[in-house]
């Protein structure tokens, strides 16, 4: 690196996207603070409580991994923007080996077995996963076209997204292996074939049929869709017929498929998410509890919220998981209507910020892994939001720069500030 380079490449990093990170994580912190605030806490506990003491605390760990994350992203500015390219495969098998060592010696915590401990701390290899599945999956892109419609091209980035989903459910950690979905929003970018998209899509419909619709009645509605088809197109039945069978056997087949599945594949846990979102007054003091009170302290903010410290679902811990998975709550109930749609609006905001540095990308690599990022971060947004309104199950996904843990925090921060770091060089990449 010529000493030259560092400043220039400080003057070249996008600013507001900055911003808008430090805002967020400072708003998050705000939260969780808020979460895990108890009245009989020491008014000002950092001058009253040993260092050992104040490790009690969420919101005093929270606020040292927000000192760690500014160490981090120093790094990861300072490095020279090529590794990332160079090295993305030799990351992604690292962290393939490090998922796999993590299923069988990482010790089981809500069920999952998903973190390594390091002394008194504990890192989940899923969330920095994600970061490595992103470079891999750039780095194969670039080197291909997927609007020629090369299936062996497409069998291989297939694998490269589902290895670590595989491994992830492995250890139980259903949640994140969910996330990997967002990836094709980014393929699609890149020239995926949009069937693949709506049939990705028609098949959750049909599973959500399925579970909601008696199976005679979407047996008689498939079949009766087919009949039409046949008659208002002569083609489908003339040079078509077998293939249009076989979607309509392969319909019937997910229709009926969908209990075993439900019954046999899915935990007793996951099942209980499902019949929640589906009837949410079903058991409203025992499986359906963490929606129900979520939804309550949501609207028990009313338009202006009832003040920093002072809501009462979070004090009295009537929330699961409220530092975590459902920190949104805290926002609702002590920020208000108001509050919602500021942290709503910054999150759209550093999304499309995020939309636009990918596009000025002069490497297929820095604008694949653009889209990576920002369709990862949209889904842990959306679904997490979804989950606190009782719009989606409850997944264990946290909110991006806003739930406690270091895990999440770090994951994240690298997965931006690595785009920012490439777009800091974009201009060098026409050089090489």
Known sequence: MSPTTAPRSSRSIDWPTVLLYLVLVGLGWVAVYAASYSPEAPAHPLSVLSFSELMA?????????????????????????????????????????????????????????????????????????????????????????LRHQNWRDQAVLAGLTLLPVVLILASNET??????????????????????????????????????VPKLWLVIGFTVLLLAALGLNSRLWRHHLPLTLSVWAATLGMVFGVDYFFNHILQPHQRQRIEMLIDPG??????????????????????????????????????????????????????????CLVVIVLYLTLLWRILLVAERQKSVFGRTYGYCVASILFVHFAVNLGMTMGLAPVVGIPLPFFSYGGSSLWSFTILLFTLLALDAHRKQDLLR
């Open 282 to 339: 079903k058991d409203p003091l025992g499986k359906g509890w963490n929606v129900t009170q979520s939804k309550i302290a949501l609207g028990s903010g009313g338009w202006l919220g009832k003040g920093f410290l002072m809501g009462t679902q979070t004090k009295f811990d009537f929330v699961p998981e409220q530092s975590t998975d459902f920190i949104f709550c805290t926002v609702g109930e002590e920020w208000g209507w108001a509050g």
């Open 57 to 145: 605390f969420n919101w005093f760990k929270q606020l040292l991994w927000m000192g760690t994350s500014v160490v981090l992203i120093g790094v990861l500015l300072v490095v020279d923007y090529k590794a990332y390219d160079t090295l993305a495969y030799a990351l992604y098998g690292g962290m393939i080996l490090l998922l796999i060592v993590t299923i069988f010696v990482a010790r089981p915590i809500a069920g999952s077995r998903s973190w390594l401990e390091l002394g008194p701390v504990r890192l989940q290899p899923a969330e920095f996963a994600k970061f490595t599945t992103a470079l891999a999956a750039s780095r194969f892109m670039a080197g291909i076209n």
């Open 175 to 212: 949640g994140q292996a969910l996330v990997y979905g967002a990836l094709l929003l980014a393929f699609f970018r890149e020239g995926m074939s949009p069937l693949i998209l709506l049939l990705i899509a028609a098949g959750g419909v049909i599973l959500l049929l399925a579970l909601l």
